[in-house]
Every structure is written in structure tokens, then in C-alpha cells.
């Protein structure tokens, strides 16, 4: 059994900044890629950011310079600082990770957190 959970999120003023985390627990053999994505309701998840197990990392275009992810990988936890925020995003935003389990070693298998609410007033 492996559990993701986000904390961090929070409502704060155009400008300001949140850091968000995500603490992956539970039977894990390895945690691979881990990640950051967000929603609306109503609107599909997009992608955020992703760092690999060796620290490459992807961002989406829109927050680019803005958003910073990172990994400390012997507490299997993720990171996303976000500075200069806008309205546009305030969202749900979900931790995402592939894992190996001690049950299942050889399938890597997507998890996702419950979610956290971040809200950027206009």
C-alpha cells in the first residue's frame, strides 16, 4: 500500500509564493518520476513539472521561471516553490509518482495525492 500526501497549499495575493510538498509512505521499493500537476473543475489535469529519480526536470510553459521542483529522495518527497503567482493559477494541485512496491517490484505503477488547494486572489 503506498500513499501520497500534499500539504502547502494556501490563498495568497498576486506576487506572492507557496511552496508545496508531497511525502510519498507506504511498501516502496523506489519511487521513479515524480511530478506536479493541477486542476479546475471542470477543466481537464494539466501538466505542471516532473523530475526523474536522477533530477531531470520538465515544466510546463506557463510556469516556466516562476515554479521551482525538486526532490529529496531519502524522505521520497517532492517540492514545487512557486513565486510570482497569478490568478490563473489557482487550482487543485495533485503529486504525482511512479512506484515500484515491495509486492510488485517489477511494475511501476502511477500514484496520486488528494490534492491541495492553492488560490491566488485577483
Known amino acids: 500500500q503506498v500513499q501520497l500526501v500534499e500539504s502547502g497549499g494556501g490563498s495568497v495575493q498576486i506576487g506572492g509564493s507557496l511552496r508545496l510538498s508531497c511525502v510519498a509512505s507506504g511498501s516502496i521499493y523506489n519511487v521513479n518520476t515524480m511530478g506536479w500537476y493541477r486542476q479546475t473543475p471542470g477543466k481537464q489535469r494539466e501538466f505542471v513539472a516532473t523530475?526523474?529519480?536522477?533530477?531531470?526536470?520538465n515544466y510546463a510553459d506557463s510556469v516556466k521561471g516562476r515554479f521551482t521542483i525538486s526532490r529529496d529522495n531519502a524522505k521520497n518527497t517532492v517540492y514545487l516553490q512557486m513565486n510570482g503567482l497569478k490568478p490563473e493559477d489557482t487550482a487543485v494541485y495533485y503529486c504525482n509518482a511512479g512506484i515500484l512496491t515491495t509486492t510488485r517490484w517489477l511494475d511501476e505503477v502511477d500514484y496520486w495525492g488528494q490534492g491541495t488547494q492553492v488560490t491566488v486572489s485577483s
Open positions: 523530475i526523474t529519480g536522477t533530477g531531470y526536470i
